[in-house]
């Protein structure tokens, strides 16, 4: 048995890299299938192929870069961020087309968790391709951490998304909140609601704005985060946190565009201050089948998440606009001196519209914020 960690040329690690980069392509049209990336190189080790799973039910990565390499990948090399899928579903399996395309080798970052794709790196090596195995995982699991953390954690995988001005409020003093960001970034939150399966907000939010909580994507919108299917798939459900129940049922999320859960403490189970027990909400969401909530509002809920450190990613809009007063975008995080601050590792930063689109993620998992 070879000692050490996986063994790659410095061509193959630039691979896994591009790779890595091009399965954010993805990121809302590919739900609830993995991101994966996929680099081809020919025999000689120049880049002949690139490709990325575009959307779910479409080809995957694999033979998207296969099908730009063409007869050039034969006697070459795969480099895949996600081990690949040796099962028929809605395609075929990636190992059969690697094999036919005459791939000699095959260079994978993460093995797929999954127990019913799983297996394709033993089937590519039983059929005397070399496969190597652990290649930038770190960097590639991070990637995919959004369809990676529900096998882990056996929990979905959370995103809160706020909107804020540039002094951190999420309404005016007079709690008026519309709109705090431009036309453009509305509507790319809605192309986030459109890839997850879960919404989840608090009663707070629904007693005080009504929100519908649907995704509703302008068939106008352009841009390579509409490519796919995505106006095709079902509403996420639809989970306001109700301690008390006190979610009316003349609310809008009553309506008949989606499913709705008023998910209360006497269902869910409470923590000793009597309100919903988040976990066992996440856990009773992961038996459900859901696998990616967005966690919408307001700020106490946002801070009982950050508490009990089940918030993974943070997606903020923040408006080039100052309120001076008025309620902030999180309430209570547990973080009662400098020293319990809650770091992130900033992942991505662009414009949309006016306003700046901000996506992180916690450095570590802030288990000293959860309440015992």
């Given at each position: ?43 000689t ?51 059969h ?16 968790p ?9 089937t ?20 995919n951490?959004?369809w ?37 970034a ?31 994507l ?24 109700d ?10 999320v ?24 988040l ?11 859901r ?21 993974d990613r ?17 309430h ?10 809650i ?30």
């Amino acid at each position: 048995m070879r000692r050490g960690g996986p063994v790659a040329s410095p061509g193959e690690l630039a691979a896994m890299r591009r790779a890595v980069e091009l399965s954010l392509n993805g990121a809302y049209t590919t739900p609830p299938n993995p991101d994966v990336g996929c680099v081809i190189l020919d025999a000689t080790g120049a880049t002949v192929g690139e490709g990325w799973h575009e959307h779910a039910g479409g080809p995957h990565a694999e033979v998207n870069a296969l099908a730009q390499a063409g007869e050039r990948a034969r006697g070459g090399t795969a480099v895949v961020t996600l081990e690949p899928c040796d099962h028929t579903g809605r395609t075929g399996p990636c190992t059969h087309a690697l094999l036919e395309a005459g791939i000699a080798r095959v260079v994978v970052a993460v093995a797929d968790p999954n127990p019913v794709a799983a297996g394709g790196a033993a089937t590519l090596r039983a059929h005397g391709v070399d496969v190597e195995a652990g290649v930038l995982e770190d960097e590639a699991s991070t990637a995919n951490a959004r369809w990676l953390t529900p096998f882990r954690t056996h929990r979905p995988f959370v995103v809160w998304k706020f909107a804020a001005t540039l002094d951190g409020r999420s309404a005016a003093a007079d709690g008026s909140s519309r709109w705090i960001t431009g036309p453009e970034a509305r509507a790319d939150v809605h192309r986030l609601r459109a890839a997850v399966d879960t919404v989840v907000a608090g009663s707070g939010t629904v007693l005080a704005d009504d929100p519908q909580l649907t995704a509703r994507l302008d068939p106008s919108d352009a841009g390579p985060a509409d490519a796919g299917p995505a106006g095709e798939r079902p509403q996420p459900l639809r989970v306001v946190v109700d301690s008390r129940g006190r979610t009316p049922a003349t609310a809008r999320v009553h309506d008949d565009q989606a499913a709705t859960w008023i998910a209360t403490a006497a269902e869910v189970g409470a923590t000793p201050d009597g309100r919903v027990d988040l976990a066992k909400l996440l856990n009773a969401l992961y038996e459900q089948g859901r696998r990616y909530v967005l966690l919408e509002g307001g700020p106490t809920l946002a801070g009982a998440f950050w508490q009990a450190g089940l918030v993974d990613r943070v997606v903020g809009y923040v408006a080039p606009a100052l309120l001076g007063a008025g309620p902030a975008a999180l309430h209570d995080a547990g973080v009662g001196t400098i020293a319990d601050t809650i770091r992130l590792d900033v992942t991505d930063v662009r414009t949309v519209g006016p306003d700046l689109r901000i996506t992180a993620t916690p450095r570590e998992r802030p288990q000293d914020h959860r309440k015992a």
